[in-house]
Structures are given as structure tokens and as C-alpha cells.
């Protein structure tokens, strides 16, 4: 069984930055990608991005195209989210996710980590 913590959320004032961190722990590590996701209060889960782990290809949502960069360590088995320009709008939790087949359906998912832009 593989476990996610994630790291590196708080608070900044609109326009900072933040690195989100998930580090993976346990059995073996290869999943085909991993992701991350965001919940704000009363809003659904919503995607943000996806790197496939041996190529790191990489996916993007539109509201974060350009201002965010998801990327891996493999050695390390940690994935990380730099999030650059936040806006107030990116203020929610955070979430990693593995997608150990490819399938675009996340197995297992980290406990979340607070993101809070200022305005």
C-alpha cells in the first residue's frame, strides 16, 4: 500500500508563490502518473495537473496553464507543484493523487495540504 503526504502549503499574498510537495511512501514505487487536485470550500474536486511518471509528460487546466509546473523526482518518489502568480482563486486544498494504470482513475490519494492566496 502506497502513502501520499503532501507538504508546502500556507499562506501568501496574491501574486507569491508556493511549492507543494507529495512524497510517496511504501511498497515500490512506479505508478503510470500522478496528479494533483484542488477542493474549494463548497466547490467539487477539480484537477489541476497530471505528469506521466517515466516520461513526465505533462497536463494542465486551463486556469493554471503558464503559471503553474507539476514535476517528479523519481528517485525520490515525491512530486511536487510550483505554483507562481497565485490568485486568490487558487485558495483551496490541495490534494496528490497515484494513477497506478494509466487510466486516469486515481488510486490512492494524500490527506490534502491548505493553499490560501490573499488578496
Known amino acids: 500500500q502506497v502513502q501520499l503526504v503532501e507538504s508546502g502549503g500556507g499562506l501568501v499574498q496574491a501574486g507569491g508563490s508556493l511549492r507543494l510537495a507529495c512524497a510517496a511512501s511504501?511498497?515500490?514505487?512506479?505508478?503510470?502518473?500522478m496528479g494533483w487536485f484542488r477542493q474549494a470550500p463548497g466547490k467539487s474536486r477539480d484537477f489541476v495537473a497530471r505528469?506521466?511518471?517515466?516520461?513526465?509528460?505533462?497536463y494542465y487546466a486551463a486556469s493554471v496553464e503558464g503559471r503553474f509546473t507539476i514535476s517528479r523526482d523519481a528517485a525520490e518518489n515525491t512530486l511536487y507543484l510550483q505554483m507562481n502568480s497565485l490568485k486568490p482563486e487558487d485558495t483551496a486544498v490541495y490534494y496528490c493523487?497515484?494513477?497506478?494504470?494509466?487510466?486516469?482513475?486515481?488510486?490512492?490519494w494524500g490527506q490534502g495540504t491548505q493553499v490560501t492566496v490573499s488578496s
Open positions: 493523487a497515484v494513477d497506478e494504470s494509466g487510466s486516469s482513475r486515481y488510486d490512492t
Open positions: 511504501g511498497r515500490t514505487f512506479s505508478p503510470a502518473a
Open positions: 505528469i506521466t511518471w517515466n516520461l513526465g509528460v505533462t
